[in-house]
């Protein structure tokens, strides 16, 4: 598995760098990190944290300088984690419960004012790892729970403090249940009385362009 995400990753840069050089792209690199909780897991707070990184190449649209398309390949880790309080009993299903996808985001960024600008967009994933430990603290090996594919909405804000260097503060959540679990709908919203697992992520970092001055 780790020779296929290094593949990848070497795959995508060298064409994210061709095209980025390019006078109708921009690429570069993202470096940011996440807050992650799972709904549905009887515990709250985006209590793990994470790695939110990769790579990037955008368009800018020419009839509008303000709106950019972009594309991105991702390094994500998501799950959720109980706080262990020697003082109160939490409440949860597990101790730790990580998943790390292979996420593809496909973003609109319009500036509103200034430096000041809004992002949306749809991201699907590939997960590449899981990790659980239980409330009894024993590790398991292989575990199972997340679905080979997911499909996220994500919603944020930038502040450009340059050409080259731009901040985003991101909120995601996954669109339907993430779970292989029976006792799981698909649709989490709709699920009367047993709710499906939603991974949701708070994110913040930088994007850094290459090919500007």
Known sequence: MKALITFIFTFLLTIIVNFGFSQFFKAG????????Q?????????????????LFIEHQLIKNENLSLRFEINYTQKGSRRLLDPYTITPG??????????????????????QYGITAGLASAFNVNEKYIPRDGSDFEDFNLAKKFETSLLIG???????????FGRYQSSIYNFSTASNTPIWQIWGDVRKGYIHVLTS????????LK
């Open 204 to 211: 913040a970092g930088l994007r850094y362009y290459f090919n």
């Open 157 to 167: 804000l930038t502040f450009h403090f340059s050409e080259k260097l731009v901040f």
């Open 38 to 54: 799972i709904t549905g897991d009887n515990m709250l707070g985006f209590n793990k944290g994470g790695i939110n990184s990769g």
């Open 29 to 36: 690199i993202i470096l940011g990190v996440n807050g992650s």
């Open 93 to 114: 299903i597990w101790d730790l419960y990580r998943a790390d996808y292979i996420e593809i985001p496909f973003m609109l960024d319009y500036i509103i004012y200034k």
